[in-house]
C-alpha cells in the first residue's frame, strides 16, 4: 500500500486581541508586541508560565518571579504565576509556593528531628526551621544557662511529631529560619485540632493581620476555642485553657511556666466543644476554597454566619458546611 505524505499546513496568523492599547489600565504603557509571547498582558487576570517573556521594554524593572538573560532587555517569567505591576517594578506572584519566613511572623510548625541541643521544625519553608534549646522556656521560668543535663533530657521538652507555636527570630543565608518560643503565648499544642491550608508564600489563605492569634466565645454553651493563624497557612483550633498564674506581674510571667506546658495529654473536651471547633474548621475550609482571605475577621464573620444557618436549619445541630448549607453561608458573607 503506498503511503502519501502531505506537506505541512501553514500556521495561523495570530489574532491581535481587543484590549491591546498604548494606555494600560492602571497607569503606564502597555506592552505592545507583535510576536504572541510578548503580548500585552492584563495584569490582574493573565497567567505567565516559566519562560514565557513578560516584555521585552527596558524601562521595566524586574521583580520576583522573574529574570532577565544576560545580553537581552527581555524580562522572563521565572514561575507560573499572576503578573503585577507596581510603577516600574513587574513581578510573578506564585500560583501556588512554598512559605518563605520573614522575622517576626508567627508560625505553627511540627517537629521532625530531635539534635543535641536543638530541634527541626517543618513550617512549610523549603528548608526545615531550627528551634535551639537555649531559645525555649524551661519548667519554672528558670533563667540560666543550658547544661548537659538539659541536651540530655531534651525530648521532655519536644519530641518527634510534636505540634507548637513559635516565632520567626531570625534568618540565615541558606534560607532557614530561627525560632523561639520565650513568651507565654507560645509553646507545646494540645487540645485541639490541626489543620494545613495556603499560606502566604502561595498567594491566598492566611495572611499577616493584626491578630494572629485569638480567643473565640464559641455557640451552644461550648466555651471559649483559642485560634492559632499561623502566616506559613498551618492553623490550630482548640479549646481554650486558663493560664495558671495568669495574674502575675508582667515582670515575673515567666514563673508561671511549669512542667505542664510540655505536656503531651490532652485536657477532657466536652463535645459541645468539639463540635464548634470542627465548625471553626468547616468555615476556614470553605474560605480557602472560595479563594478567600482567612483572618481573624473573615473567620469570626463567617463562624456567626453558620451559627445563623444551623439554627435556621430543621433537625438536629450539624457543624457540617458543605453543599447547599455552605453556598447559603457564602451568600450571606458576602452579602451586604
Do not use: C
Not at 505592545?32 to 495584569?43: I, L, N, T, Y
Not at 485536657?267 to 465548625?279: C, N, Q, S, V
Amino acid at each position: 500500500m503506498a503511503i502519501t505524505i502531505l506537506a505541512p499546513a501553514p500556521a495561523a496568523p495570530a489574532k491581535a486581541r481587543d484590549n491591546l492599547s498604548d494606555d494600560s489600565d492602571d497607569g503606564g504603557v502597555g506592552l505592545d508586541d507583535e510576536r504572541p509571547a510578548k503580548r500585552a498582558r492584563r495584569f490582574s487576570e493573565d497567567i505567565v508560565t516559566p519562560g514565557e517573556v513578560v516584555t521585552d521594554d527596558p524601562q521595566w524593572m524586574r521583580g520576583h518571579g522573574t529574570f532577565v538573560a544576560s545580553g537581552s532587555t527581555e524580562i522572563v517569567a521565572a514561575v507560573a504565576g499572576t503578573v503585577q505591576k507596581t510603577n516600574k517594578l513587574l513581578s510573578v506572584r506564585p500560583l501556588r509556593a512554598r512559605y518563605t519566613p520573614e522575622i517576626g511572623d508567627l508560625v505553627v510548625g511540627r517537629i521532625i528531628e530531635v539534635q543535641s541541643k536543638r530541634w527541626k521544625v517543618d513550617v512549610g519553608a523549603p528548608v526545615l526551621a531550627g528551634l535551639p534549646l537555649s531559645a525555649i522556656n524551661l519548667p519554672g521560668g528558670i533563667l540560666r544557662k543550658r547544661t548537659e543535663t538539659d541536651e540530655l533530657q531534651i525530648r521532655t521538652f519536644f519530641s518527634e511529631g510534636d505540634l507548637l507555636v513559635a516565632e520567626v527570630q531570625s534568618l540565615h543565608q541558606d534560607g532557614s529560619a530561627s525560632l523561639h518560643t520565650r513568651s507565654l503565648k507560645y509553646g507545646k499544642l494540645r487540645n485541639g485540632v490541626f489543620m494545613s491550608v495556603t499560606g502566604t508564600g502561595g498567594g491566598g489563605g492566611v495572611v499577616r493581620a493584626r491578630r494572629q492569634v485569638w480567643t473565640m466565645d464559641a455557640a451552644y454553651g461550648a466555651g471559649k476555642v483559642d485560634v492559632i493563624l499561623g502566616v506559613n497557612g498551618y492553623i490550630w483550633i482548640s479549646k481554650h485553657v486558663e493560664v495558671a498564674g495568669a495574674e502575675t506581674a508582667i515582670t515575673r510571667m515567666e514563673e508561671a511556666v511549669s512542667s505542664t506546658v510540655y505536656s503531651s495529654q490532652n485536657d477532657e473536651i466536652a463535645p459541645e466543644t468539639r463540635k464548634e471547633i470542627a465548625r471553626i474548621r468547616g468555615v476556614i475550609t470553605l474560605l480557602v476554597d472560595e479563594g478567600l482571605r482567612v483572618d481573624e475577621d473573615m473567620v469570626t464573620k463567617g463562624y456567626e454566619t453558620a451559627v445563623i444557618v444551623d439554627a435556621e436549619e430543621q433537625g438536629e445541630s450539624s457543624a457540617y458546611l458543605g453543599g447547599t448549607r455552605g453556598k447559603k453561608v457564602l451568600s450571606l458573607l458576602s452579602g451586604p
